[in-house]
């Protein structure tokens, strides 16, 4: 049902603006006669409708305004929204049946017409009529060129073929509409997309479009992280490792708790600089300013294993542990360092007694605006398309008595 939330308050956002943009024709000339066009709205059934729809609760809304909709058959906005309820509900044809009936009303104003095509734009996308949604929206943006729920639209449907030249041209026109005033928003999505063109121009072998795409897009919007690692990859790639090493360093600075996106690459360009310290420095640092960062912990207790000094490594992993026992890969670790140590018994045991409580999870990540869950960080969310959306569900911290010293 949680799906249901934007979804439904743009569903009466529309209905509201509907309602207030007629409001000056509250009378209409209907066959030679003055007819008040407020009728279905002052039913009891459209306020009821209204409610459910206010609380999620679909099927009594559709009752309640599929009502309303009968003491005036004339509202067409009350039609859409049925027709909107259905689509989500699964029953997208009957929701394209119930718009393309709308729009086939000979009075429509302007506006109806708008709303009616953008509601059956909608139906075929969700039913995968990509073709047709584009004719739809299309139609939508002749009648009103700076319509920003058929540009949005139309933005999804290339980012869903991949096709990012046309999604980030159209999110350009959105940013020139200033359509949704959020501007940064708009810079953070535009720095995605030209992300994702910088990726393309990996893939084609074309380095310097690349490295262009990926630089405009941190300059757009420096929150937005993917495109550092991948100028990183890209520098590292032509030999250019302090180049490399120093975005990388930038991308910490930026977004110091997701560190760990880094940290692979970081390693091993230290070590290829001649100057492996430089990585226990780094994650010190960061377990100084963030005292539950747990990824920093394991990746110092890994460095320091891999460099001999298990003993330094367990007491570090056995604090990652007490920062989330949580995670299989922090047991995994432990293990390995354990064995190095040669199964020492008194190390053994303070892993089984921090370890007793420990839960295991899985898929952690979870969508802010559908909540959508997911085993590893998404920059996009697959499920409703959101960009940048996921954050990390964090289970409480081991119990106290659990603690130990480090
Ligand atoms: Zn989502």
């Known amino acids: ?27 209409k000339l209907h066959e030679g006669r003055w007819i008040d066009r407020r009728k279905a709205r002052q039913s009891p059934h459209y306020i009821q409708g ?44 009957r929701a394209i049946e119930i718009h393309q009936r709308v729009l086939q009303r000979p009075r429509l104003t302007k506006l ?19 073709d047709r949604a584009r004719e739809a929206f299309a139609e939508v943006l002749r009648l ?25 041209r ?18 953070e999505i535009q720095a995605f997309l030209e992300n994702e063109l910088g990726l393309e121009a990996v893939k084609r072998q074309d380095t310097t479009a690349a490295i262009r795409s990926f630089e405009r897009a941190i300059e757009r919007a420096p929150s937005v992280l993917p495109p550092y690692l991948h100028l990183g990859d890209v520098q590292h790639r032509l030999g250019q490792v302090a180049a490399a090493v120093a975005t990388w360093e930038r991308f910490i600075d930026a977004a110091p708790d997701r560190a760990y996106l880094a940290f692979d690459r970081l390693s091993a ?52 542990l007490r920062n989330n026992p949580h995670a299989l890969s922090v047991h995994q670790v432990i293990w390995e360092t354990l064995m190095q140590l040669d199964l020492d018994r008194a190390r053994v ?15 952690p990540h979870i969508c802010l605006r559908c909540r959508y869950r997911s085993d590893e960080l998404l920059w996009r969310c697959p499920h409703c398309h959101e960009w940048n959306s996921f954050v990390e569900d ?6 106290e008595r659990d603690e130990v010293a480090t």
Request: aromatic fraction near 8%; include cysteine; charge should be negative.
């Open 170 to 187: 159209i999110r350009q026109h959105l940013v020139q509409e200033e359509v949704r005033g959020a501007e940064d928003r708009h810079q």
């Open 349 to 363: 045991r303070r892993y089984m007694e921090q370890s007793q409580n420990a839960v295991f999870y899985r898929d």
């Open 50 to 93: 209204l409610n459910f729809l206010a609380n999620n609760q679909i099927d009594h809304a559709i009752e309640e305004l599929g009502q309303a909709a009968h003491v005036d058959a004339e509202a067409a906005e009350i039609h859409m929204i049925l027709g909107n309820l259905y689509r989500e509900k699964g029953q997208v044809g």
């Open 269 to 320: 360009a230290y070590t290829a600089l001649g100057d492996p310290y430089r990585f226990e420095a780094l994650c010190r640092r960061l377990m100084q300013t963030q005292p539950q960062d747990w990824r920093a912990r394991v990746a110092l207790g890994r460095h320091l294993a891999a460099h001999g000094a298990s003993s330094a490594a367990f007491d570090v992993l056995l604090s990652a």
């Open 1 to 27: 049902m949680g799906d249901y939330v934007p979804l439904l308050s743009a569903l009466v956002a529309l209905l509201l603006g509907l309602a207030a943009g007629k409001a000056w024709e509250r009378y």
């Open 112 to 130: 109806e017409h708008t709303y009616g095509l953008l509601c059956l734009g909608v139906d075929f996308r969700r039913a995968g009529f990509v």
């Open 394 to 399: 964090r289970l409480s911290p081991a119990k």
């Open 144 to 168: 009103d060129p700076s319509n920003e729920h058929a540009l949005l639209n139309l933005q999804r449907l290339h980012e869903d073929q991949r096709q990012w030249d046309e999604a980030y």
